[in-house]
Nanobody, 117 residues
Framework: QMQLAESGGGLVQPGGSLRLSCAAS????????MGWFRRAPGKEREFVAQ????????VYLGSVKGRFTISRDNAKNTVYLQMNGLKPEDTAVYYC??????????WGQGTQVTVSS
């Protein structure tokens, strides 16, 4: 089993920045592809970003590309999501997830991000 715990959410004004963290514990972390997802009010959960185990390969949702950066520190069993230029439409609960193979199998409880003036 792997446990994931997100932190770093909060209320920020449009154009502001937040850095989300996801700390993993339990089974091996360094070999897993890690991802961030979000669920906005009244909407389905959507993929935001992912990073392969080596950190050399990343993928982003089109609307966050150039504003968000995913990174990981395998020594600390932590994955990050740096969010800059935040917009009201980025308001959502953000979830960290760990893949087992190609399927996201482990999920955190989520952290709320609210972008509002």
């Amino acid at each position: 089993q792997m446990q994931l715990a997100e932190s770093g959410g909060g209320l920020v004004q449009p154009g502001g920045s937040l850095r989300l963290s996801c700390a993993a514990s339990g089974r091996t972390f360094s070999s897993n592809t890690m991802g961030w997802f979000r669920r906005a009010p009244g909407k389905e959960r959507e993929f935001v970003a992912q990073i392969k185990w080596s950190g050399s390969s990343t993928v982003y949702l089109g609307s966050v590309k150039g504003r968000f950066t995913i990174s990981r520190d395998n020594a600390k069993n932590t994955v990050y999501l740096q969010m800059n230029g935040l917009k009201p439409e980025d308001t959502a609960v953000y979830y960290c997830a760990a893949a087992q193979g190609t399927v996201y199998h482990y999920w955190g409880q989520g952290t709320q991000v609210t972008v509002s003036s």
